[in-house]
């Protein structure tokens, strides 16, 4: 599997339901960055993706999205194939 990186903050439903979608996938381990706690980190995160909200997720070296657009890829079942080495 490759390395899943998200941006999150500790209150965020849809970062919860990402992570949860993520570990109905297999996946156990992930990265994650909170924006919350280190501000600093918000402003990289708006330099690497252009967005402003939360949760922002990586599979691997792909900018995938939101919960929405993760949830979008699953339902076309293109996660699989994405999360696959």
Known sequence: MKPITMYTT???PYCQMA????K????QD???IRVDTEPQQ??????RTGR???PQIYIGETHVGGFDDLNALNQAGKLDA???D
Do not use: P, Y
């Open 19 to 22: 992570k949860a979608l993520l």
């Open 24 to 27: 109905q996938k297999g996946i």
């Open 42 to 47: 918000r402003v990289a995160m708006m330099e």
């Open 10 to 12: 500790g209150v965020c």
């Open 30 to 32: 992930i990265q994650e």
């Open 52 to 54: 402003r909200t939360v």
């Open 82 to 84: 994405l999360l696959a």
